[in-house]
């Protein structure tokens, strides 16, 4: 940070959401600069935006295509780290698979747990957990691990089933088995927030970016859309429409508990 402000920039965008104490002290001694902290609600300073997303809706999103295109009825869902921020996601597929089909198990999984953070970074441990699931009938897995979620690409691509990436589109990675990525858009939002900047529209605070703002969407399935009935992929635009009007309720575990 201390390098970044010699340099005398106007905005300065952080996507580290654990050292949000690090922005805060220095958002309070250049407040001349702007900051944007992706992923972390930070309020009270004037020159401090925080981005916020909606990983729920995406992940209900995901969980519903799931839902319609499981053979076995069994889903899987993987976490890298037993967190807040992670059961926002797991909680978001559940309710997903349950609004397309209330009778598809949804196992659940996670490569660590407490305040082991090494479970964003251990693709062999994803590996493991993600062919036991596989081993057990399950046909989809659900992937919020970080690097820890190429492991579980691996497998599904070794097994010849579904994976689901996140934040970025992962699609790539194993062609014909990651069945959609659910993205993270922080280039929208952070284009978004910069161009507010420059236009003196700038409104300091928490800002949310769900599906109906644009921050979070899934991937146009490149390698997998032929294998998804036409039906399907209509009930999926007809679902998020639903999230974003409000007609569909997903639950946010970060922020509604």
Known sequence: MKRLIEQ??????????ERIEVVRNYAIL?????????????????NVISTVYGQHEGSFLVGA??????????VAFIGGVDTKVIHAFRIGFREGVHYA??????????????RDFSGFQNPA????????????????????????????????????????GVDTNQD???KGFVLTSMVKRLDHAIFQEISNIIKGSVKAGVHFYGLKQGGISLTPMKHT?????????????????????GEI???NFLYER
């Open 8 to 17: 005398t920039p106007d905005i300065i965008i952080i996507s580290a959401w």
């Open 30 to 46: 250049y407040p001349e600069i702007y900051f944007i902290l992706n992923d972390k609600p930070l309020t009270g300073l004037p």
């Open 65 to 74: 295509l799931a839902g319609w295109m499981t053979k076995t009825k069994k």
């Open 101 to 114: 089909d209330p009778k598809v198990e949804v196992a659940e999984a996670y490569v660590s747990r407490g």
């Open 125 to 164: 441990e994803g590996h493991r957990l993600a062919l036991e699931q596989y081993k057990n009938g399950v046909d989809i897995i659900y992937a919020a691990a970080g690097l820890s979620g190429n492991g579980v690409i691996l497998a599904a691509q070794q097994e010849k089933k579904f994976v689901i």
């Open 172 to 174: 790539h990675l194993a």
């Open 225 to 245: 859309k032929h294998l998804v009935p036409g039906q399907i992929l209509q009930s999926i635009k007809e679902t998020e429409a639903k999230i974003i009007t």
């Open 249 to 251: 309720k997903v639950t």
